[in-house]
């Protein structure tokens, strides 16, 4: 099972920038597929949005409520998964979480309600709370 660790969540006003770290644990053999998901106040972990997701080539797809703003990237190197975020507003406050999968991604994972699913391996989450 691979281990991974979210970090760099934070309060931060409308209108601002952040960006989260998860470290990954070990070598993903590909391909694979790692992605950001948000788990808004009052929404339980079967209602996690699907942000964000990289492949193994580097490829990316966001969901529409985070295109253009937000940017996912990867330190291979280094085993880290970074998620830049800026132009923030208070509907991104919520808890982030990495997760990765075998396999390649899916634009599904993004458009299915139950796309999370799919992810086997989560992190602890970091909080992200937005103000006005």
């Known amino acids: 099972q691979v281990h991974l660790v979210e970090s760099g969540g934070d309060s931060v006003q409308a209108g601002g920038s952040l960006r989260l770290s998860c470290a990954v644990s070990e070598l993903i053999f590909s391909p694979y597929c790692m992605g950001w998901f948000r788990q808004a106040p009052g929404k339980t972990r079967k209602e996690r949005e699907g942000?964000?997701?990289?492949?193994?080539?580097?490829?990316?797809m966001y969901a529409d409520s985070v295109k253009g703003r937000f940017t996912i990237s990867q330190d291979n190197a280094e085993n880290i998964l970074y998620l830049q975020m800026s132009h923030l507003s208070t509907a991104d406050t919520g808890v982030y979480y990495c997760a990765t999968k075998r396999g390649n991604c899916f634009r599904d994972y993004l458009d299915n309600a139950n796309g999370w699913a799919a992810f086997a391996d989560w992190g602890q989450g970091t909080q992200v709370t937005v103000s006005s």
């Open positions: 942000i964000g997701m990289i492949g193994t080539a580097g490829n990316t």
